[in-house]
């Protein structure tokens, strides 16, 4: 499935290329992924009606496609384009409170805060972008780790508090289904959210294989002689960093409007981290890395500490072991082992066993 | 006046802390062309170890060299075992693995004495004299063991064989392994240094915001930019630049203090100093990346 | 065993590409070879074989001793010193900090100190340059300081690469005459990739010629120089 969906290139260093062809060819979607995406679409009336899925699971769900939309867009910048961000926390903040405010304070539709928080993020991305340019891997690394740090703090700024409320965050409400739609507002979201994914999924899809995304690669891999090639590496990178903000961005307002509450320290340094740890567990230069990514961001917000809890028991630890660690040892490893990810791993098993011809 | 000098001194004495962070971040960026995003985290669990080994009961004398041999066999082990193997790997997998490290000090610290903010004591004896108004005791001291470190420190790359092959294996790695430097274990020691030097720092600032996993986040991003302004590349020039932005820090928000009382509009204050930071990394970052007084490199296609 | 260096059917790669084909020499101790060759021949590589700076098969004896597979380190403290393509000083240190680096590894301080002296009669410009940091040094007295850096590991056998590279002609001469004094005087054993064959041939007894990763020739340096159909095809005079 993982080879089928999409061109696949590793980052630097990794393992045996599956080369993009430069006719531009564009591979067809796997007919799996639409039965998929089909079947998807369908759970509400499936397991809502039936009262098969709670409300809580499309909540899970729905925070899931969330952050997969996070997370592509981290892989856009780092697995397409070999920049690196460590910052990108502060966009799904911007988008978060860009949303939450329009709702709160100038009591917009909800759905046309979306393209404002998309559009808001685009461009403090690009000029986040611009400056770091000329920065080689670890600057840039350094100034969007400043970034995640200072964020919070940011947020709390006195004379922002008429629109942000400060510390005590921001609350706005889930819309109803409009129309009388015999939906809940959970499913609804649900809908709306993976809506966005689809499209956010298929506009990625559509950059990686055109002549934009070929030179954002060619930037990945070759950043000196790019320029050469008759690329202008400046607007390509900044560009892509807009991109890639602009979809943590839409993620964020999502987010917002599904957990119904914004507040400065929502949006801490461990965010970042988390969309980081999705984007290299799922698969970094891979867009079906992205939906495993998600599920693991999610899975770390929630099931971390169970899972936890039953590591320290079952082992008999002194200590009662937090989550983090394990993350940590995990990134660690699989730096060792699969540095493509596991969507990447995948693909590469898959080429291994898959028939010839 | 008082108040300014006041503010001139704890400068000092935090631009102390991140001068010796910023100088553990530039050793390891020197010889081995990485930065340390870990640091923090590494020398916020020494403090914890330090504090553990005065809770049961040794005194400051013993537990602080305990802390920082610790610190140093840690940062070897982490240097030999986890980051050679990634010697040519990717900027990303490093970075990677940077982050990991991170949360699990963090977690691991939180794991074994908990989120409970806990009080840490000074080593320096309160007692007042003449100047106390201006500066006090720890103050005093944090500036007294950092530029002592940094002398130790300086006389040891200067002076020793050790410290000059050390030098000359994270100047030149192929020149230092023909003339028979075993330039792994060089950068392995150097890793230890840089870990001991984090120690310090995590023991010295503790007392002074209490000890708990999240303390040193904000101060090692400062550490970030004092190695920044001061040059990534240049030791001397970490430490300077540690310095120079601590006072820096307390000057913004003392000018945003006078700013307020004499017109009553809050511009920047004690609330903004992450904030500071930031803008301080990226100013330096996109006007001067090799700050005041490191090298360029050119890069070759 | 009266060979300082016995090279066995060495072949190296630079990652999937192979450098050396399976060469072979020797070095008799106390004398001087020449590797000759044009670019790209693989005289380099056979230098950074020996000292393990390179992926290697084959086998390599120091003074009877196996060396391939070995780090580089480890070679050096065998008593090979190696003076690198582009001189490999260290541009940020001193001459003082430069030639102190090298006596780093050895264990008898009074012997390291006996060769600082000797490396001064060689070589009186470095003292007087002592504080000065080596990067400002010009290319001959960089030359002259990578070769002592060498001498100061106390070595049995000297690797050099190209040590006439971009140095005008005087100071060329006056470098190859301090290594015949070397040699003869220190009893260092030599092994000499050049360009300039003609120089090269003035100093050293035997000469081998590379060509892309072979021997193809080989000989003392009488003979070498006599005839003139090598001369012409390899070396180019």
Same mark, same amino acid.
């Given at each position: ?357 | 006046? !008082? ?68 610190? *140093? ?150 550490? *970030? ?23 820096? !820090? ?9 700013? !307020? ?31 005041? *007084? ?8 | ?64 001793? #196996? ?62 340059? @002592? ?12 030359? @002259? ?17 190209? #040590? ?74």
């Amino acid at each position: 499935m993982a080879t089928t969906m999409t061109t696949e290139t590793p980052a630097n260093g990794g393992a045996a290329a599956e080369t993009v062809p430069l006719s531009g060819l564009r591979r067809p979607v796997s007919k799996w992924i639409w039965l998929g995406v089909i079947f998807a679409a369908l759970l509400p009336l499936i397991g809502g009606q039936t009262g098969l899925i709670s409300n809580f699971y499309f909540l899970q769900l729905s925070l899931m496609i969330v952050y997969s939309i996070a997370v592509l867009g981290l892989n856009l910048l780092i697995g397409f384009n070999g920049q690196i961000s460590l910052g990108h926390g502060a966009f799904f903040a911007v988008g978060a409170y860009v949303t939450a405010i329009l709702i709160d304070r100038y009591e917009m539709h909800y759905l046309a805060t979306l393209p404002l928080a998309m559009f808001v993020c685009f461009v403090i991305g690009y000029l986040f972008g611009r400056p770091a340019l000329r920065l080689e891997g670890h600057y840039l690394a350094l100034a969007t780790f400043a970034l995640a740090i200072a964020v919070p703090q940011f947020l709390k700024y006195r004379h922002f508090e008429p629109f942000t409320h400060g510390v005590q965050g921001i609350n706005i409400f889930k819309p109803d289904p409009p129309f009388g739609m015999p939906l809940s507002p959970d499913q609804w979201l649900y809908l709306v959210v993976l809506a966005c994914a689809i499209v956010m999924f298929i506009i990625a899809r559509n950059i990686v294989q055109s002549r934009m995304g070929r030179a954002m690669m060619a930037i990945r891999d070759q950043p000196l002689a790019a320029d050469t090639m008759g690329i202008n590496s400046a607007r390509t990178k900044s560009i892509t960093f807009g991109i890639s903000a602009l979809y943590v961005g839409l993620a964020g307002a999502l987010h917002a409007i599904i957990f119904e509450f914004v507040s400065p320290d929502s949006f801490r340094f461990e965010l970042s981290i988390a969309i980081l740890v999705g984007a290299v567990i799922g698969g970094i230069a891979t867009l079906s890395g992205a939906v495993i990514g998600g599920f693991f961001v999610q899975f770390i917000e929630k099931y971390a500490d169970a899972v936890t809890k039953w590591v320290t028991s079952t082992v008999h630890l002194p200590i009662h072991l937090e989550p983090w660690t394990i993350y940590g040892i995990v990134l660690i490893v699989l730096m060792y082992t699969m540095p493509m990810g596991i969507a990447g791993g995948l693909a590469s098993l898959w080429r291994k066993i898959r028939p010839p011809g | 006046m !008082e108040q300014l000098l006041q503010q001139v001194a704890s400068g000092l004495a935090n631009g102390a802390i991140y001068a010796l962070l910023a100088l553990a971040l530039v050793m390891i960026f020197v010889s081995t062309n990485h930065i340390n995003f870990a640091q923090g985290e590494m020398a916020m669990f020494s403090a914890f170890v330090c504090w553990q080994l005065l809770n049961w009961g040794y005194p400051f004398w013993v537990a602080l060299p305990a802390t920082m041999l610790f610190s *140093f066999i840690i940062g070897v082990l982490i240097e030999r075992i986890i980051l050679r193997p990634l010697h040519t790997a990717p900027l990303l997998s490093v970075v990677v693995v940077f982050i990991g490290l991170l949360a699990i000090f963090h977690s691991l610290a939180g794991a074994i004495w908990t989120h409970t903010v806990k009080p840490f004591p000074s080593p320096f004896p309160n007692f007042t004299f003449a100047g106390s108004g201006i500066i006090g005791p720890h103050q005093i001291g944090m500036i007294v063991v950092a530029v002592g470190m940094l002398a130790l420190l300086f006389c040891f790359f200067r002076f020793t064989p050790l410290g000059l092959a050390m030098r000359a294996a994270a100047l030149n790695a192929t020149s230092a392994r023909l003339v028979g430097i075993n330039v792994d274990w060089m950068l392995a020691l150097g890793w230890g240094l840089a870990a001991t030097v984090g120690s310090v720092a995590g023991v010295l600032v503790a007392p002074v915001v209490y000890l708990e996993p999240n303390m040193m986040a904000g101060i090692l991003l400062y550490g *970030f930019a004092g190695a920044l302004v001061g040059g990534i590349s240049s030791p001397g020039g970490a430490v300077a630049g540690g310095f120079i932005v601590g006072v820096l !820090e307390n000057m913004v928000a003392y000018l945003g203090n006078m700013l !307020e009382r004499a017109t009553g509009f809050y511009l920047i204050g004690n609330g903004e100093k992450l904030t500071v930071a930031l803008i301080i990394v990226i100013t330096v970052l996109t006007l001067k990346p090799s700050g005041l *007084f490191g090298r360029v490199t050119v890069k070759r296609v | 065993m009266s060979n300082i260096l016995e090279v066995k059917n060495l072949k190296a790669y630079y990652g999937p590409s192979q450098a050396l084909h399976g060469i072979s020499f020797s070095l008799a101790k106390g004398g001087i070879t020449t590797l000759l060759g044009a670019n790209g021949a693989g005289k380099t590589t056979t230098l950074r074989a020996i000292c393990g700076m390179v992926r290697a098969e084959g086998t390599v004896t120091i003074d009877g001793e #196996p060396v391939t597979g070995k780090a580089t380190e480890s070679v050096v403290r065998l008593g090979v010193g190696h003076v690198p393509e582009g001189r490999g000083t260290f541009t940020e240190l001193s001459v003082e900090e430069n030639l102190r680096v090298a006596a780093y590894t050895r264990r008898d301080k009074a012997a390291a100190a006996r060769d600082l002296e000797m490396v001064f009669t060689y070589f009186p410009r470095l003292k007087e340059r @002592m504080d000065q940091q080596a990067g400002t040094l010009s290319g001959g007295e960089q030359q @002259m300081l990578a070769i002592s850096r060498a001498l100061m590991l106390g070595p049995r056998l000297m690797l050099l690469d190209e #040590p006439s590279f971009g140095l005008a002609p005087l100071i060329v001469q006056e470098i190859f005459r301090i290594m015949r004094r070397i040699n003869e005087e220190a009893k260092v054993s030599m092994l000499l990739v050049e360009q300039n064959a003609a120089l090269a041939l003035d100093l050293a007894d035997h000469a081998y010629v590379l060509e892309t990763g072979r021997v193809v020739m080989s000989g003392t340096s009488a003979d070498v120089k006599s005839d003139e159909q090598i001369r012409k095809s390899y070396l180019g005079y």
